[in-house]
């Protein structure tokens, strides 16, 4: 956007610094003349002759004319020199913002000194371009990860066609089956992607839901899931009050259950789901029997294509998007998302999302 040129701010601090020392200089001449020289008189006797006050008064002026001259040229280099330096943290600040703006976004200012405006402001920047690094390292493992899974399905589909193609005595059944199942996955990687970046974009209506019916809601789809799979859910809690999008929370919900159900142990393994309101906050805390998993592997469920190396993999397992939808939801709705692993095994998950108040939903 071009914009018309215009005097610099170091320019025009020079000029303010000038003008307030040349304000400042008149107004003291100012007062000698008033309380001093104007109440001489006329004549006055003095050591070694007469002092004509006429005399006085135009070597005064002579004076007065030549100071200000001289704060005129000191103001001006010494203004000149003071907002060069007072403007020296900016130009830094600018030439990390150059730098940034062409995509090196490794730089950092670490103004040093004591805190005040522009260290805030450094350190400000400093801190957003670490956010932003990291955001965009993330953005790139996930275009990577997406590539390489929409690929998969796609490589299979074609190498399925070939083999039918090239045997045509090949069973026609048996392909339309593999072909369905490939085709159903990526459908389903498709619609997670879709979902995942919904979240993202917080392009959702925001009405007041209760987390525990949400969480009952999602149960009840998924029990008859769980007891084919020899699992027990357990539901219990109270009233969970919150303002979001009753489709996205349900689909959190959801994916918490679903993952709590799959990442089981193979019989006899119990889920627990429980909602309520403590702390300002409305809480949904999904807990599950399973393997052990370590911290570092627990760290790393909530990334996209994530599913853990020690963790159970099978046709119910899904794309690997359950957690990473689960977080951007619950960062969408401004709540925050504890995963950690249980003493005996498997995962405990807390969701905690702001409480809404009657006066939230008028």
């Not at 280099?77 to 940034?100: E, K, N, Q, Y």
């Not at 399925?160 to 005595?169: F, I, P, Q, T, W």
């Not at 709705?333 to 249980?342: A, K």
């Amino acid at each position: 956007m071009g914009r018309a040129p215009g005097l610099s701010v170091r320019l025009k601090l020079t000029l303010s610094y000038t003008g307030f020392l040349m304000v400042a200089g008149t107004l003291l001449l100012g007062v000698v003349w008033v309380f001093v020289l104007r109440h001489l008189p006329a004549y006055a006797d003095v050591p070694g002759g007469i002092l004509v006050r006429s005399f006085l008064v135009r070597g005064f002026l002579e004076a007065a004319a030549a100071a200000l001259v001289f704060l005129l040229a000191f103001g001006l280099g010494g203004g000149w020199l003071l907002a060069g330096r007072m403007l020296a943290p900016l130009g830094r600040i600018t030439d990390a913002t150059r730098l940034a703006a062409d995509g090196s976004l490794a730089h950092r200012i670490r103004l040093a000194g004591p805190s005040d405006e522009f260290r805030e402001l450094a350190d400000a920047f400093d801190s957003m371009l670490a956010r932003l690094e990291a955001q965009v390292a993330e953005q790139q493992r996930f275009a990577a990860n997406a590539s390489h899974e929409l690929r998969t399905p796609l490589a299979v589909t074609k190498t399925l066609l070939e083999v039918a193609r090239n045997d045509r005595d090949h069973d026609s059944g048996e392909l339309v089956d593999r072909l369905h199942h490939v085709n159903a996955r990526a459908i389903d990687l498709t619609e997670a992607l879709l979902l995942l970046s919904r979240a993202d974009q917080r392009s959702f209506t925001r009405d007041h839901v209760d987390l525990s019916l949400i969480a009952e809601e999602a149960t009840e789809t998924l029990l008859p899931f769980a007891e084919g799979s020899g699992l027990t859910i357990h539901i219990s809690g109270d009233a969970a009050p919150t303002i979001g999008s009753y489709a996205l929370l349900l689909q959190m919900a959801t994916n918490l259950v679903h993952n709590a159900i799959v990442h089981n142990v193979p019989e006899q393994g119990d889920v627990w789901v429980t909602a309520g309101a403590a702390a300002e906050a409305a809480v949904l805390t999904v807990e599950n029997t399973g393997q052990k998993l370590s911290p570092q592997l627990v760290s790393t469920l909530v990334e996209p294509f994530q599913r853990g190396a020690e963790r159970i993999r099978g046709h119910q397992t899904g794309v690997g998007l359950g957690l990473a939808i689960v977080k951007s939801i619950v960062q969408a709705h401004d709540g925050t998302l504890d995963v950690t692993s249980r003493a005996d095994g498997g995962l405990r998950v807390v969701v905690r999302l702001p409480i809404a108040r009657p006066r939230d939903h008028a």
